[in-house]
């Protein structure tokens, strides 16, 4: 999958892989997570317990690599089949999803969501991906009060795909 124009009209030239366990692709989706985990991690980072678990995520084998015209990793997005507690059924929910902050808008988020959501359909499973932002402004919507008035700091949203 390529890059293609983004808003500014400027060319985002970005290739997306499925990342696998080999080293230098989990170097790479690594680099990723500990920034993710910069900007907005809830607990401290212990790496050892990190990346097993980024590991084991990318030996399913749902997991994206978005990489720039250069080969450097950009963005990443990974999925993991879960079971519905109600139900014998599964679904895709993100592992983790993130993009560089420099190269937001510029569709690479969107080229992962897209990726994903062709596993998802393939595999005939709902999607829901979790796209978070530390630093965003809490909408003043009838929900967004009635959470804030409960302790809760709106950082993102959950969107379903199929």
């Given at each position: ?33 500990v ?15 990190a ?7 990318l ?36 592992a ?21 959501r ?10 829901l ?34």
């Amino acid at each position: 999958l390529k890059g293609k124009r983004h808003k500014a009209g400027l060319i985002m030239d970005f290739t997306i892989e499925v990342a696998g366990t080999d080293e230098a692709s989990f170097k790479d989706v690594f680099g990723l997570l500990v920034k993710l985990h910069a900007e907005g991690g809830y607990a401290v980072l212990d790496a050892d317990v990190a990346a097993g678990s980024a590991w084991h995520i990318l030996d399913e084998g749902l997991a994206f690599l978005a990489r720039d015209a250069d080969g450097k990793p950009i963005g990443t997005l990974a999925l993991t089949q879960l079971q519905f507690w109600y139900s014998l059924d599964t679904y895709l929910q993100d592992a983790w999803f993130f993009v560089l902050p420099e190269l937001r808008n510029k569709r690479v988020g969107l080229a992962l969501m897209q990726r994903a959501r062709s596993v998802a359909d393939e595999l005939n499973k709902i999607l829901l991906v979790t796209v978070t932002n530390p630093d965003r402004r809490p909408k003043k919507t009838p929900m967004t009060l009635i959470s804030q008035n409960a302790g809760y700091v709106p950082v993102g949203y959950t969107i379903r795909a199929r």
